[in-house]
Nanobody, 126 residues
Framework: QVQLVESGGGLVQAGGSLRLSCAAS????????MGWFRQAPGKEREFVAA????????MYADSVKGRFTTSRDGAKNTVYLQMNSLKPEDTAVYYC???????????????????WGQGTQVTVSS
């Protein structure tokens, strides 16, 4: 079992920044890959970013590439999503998720992840 708790969401103006955190517990942190997804009202959950177990490999959706960065801190059992140059279209509930798989590539669909956090709201005003 893996428990995930997101934090760091909030209201920010367009062009601003936020850093989301996802604290993990329950299994050895380095044993699973992590992903970030988001879901806006009336839309399907979409992939944002993923990071390998070591943190040495990352993947991003085209819509956030160059603006968002994901990282992980093994000492704190925490994954981060640094979001810069935020746009109103980034408004959504953001979720972190854990993938117990070991074979590449990093997964970009929700079905590939076994555990999910409760989500944190990010609202970007224009």
């Amino acid at each position: 079992q893996v428990q995930l708790v997101e934090s760091g969401g909030g209201l920010v103006q367009a062009g601003g920044s936020l850093r989301l955190s996802c604290a993990a517990s329950g299994r050895t942190f380095r044993s699973y890959r992590m992903g970030w997804f988001r879901q806006a009202p009336g839309k399907e959950r979409e992939f944002v970013a993923a990071i390998s177990r070591s943190g040495g490999s990352t993947m991003y959706a085209d819509s956030v590439k160059g603006r968002f960065t994901t990282s992980r801190d093994g000492a704190k059992n925490t994954v981060y999503l640094q979001m810069n140059s935020l746009k109103p279209e980034d408004t959504a509930v953001y979720y972190c998720a854990a993938d117990l798989g070991t074979m590449p590539p990093l997964k970009t669909t929700p079905a590939g992840y076994e555990y999910w956090g409760q989500g944190t709201q990010v609202t970007v005003s224009s």
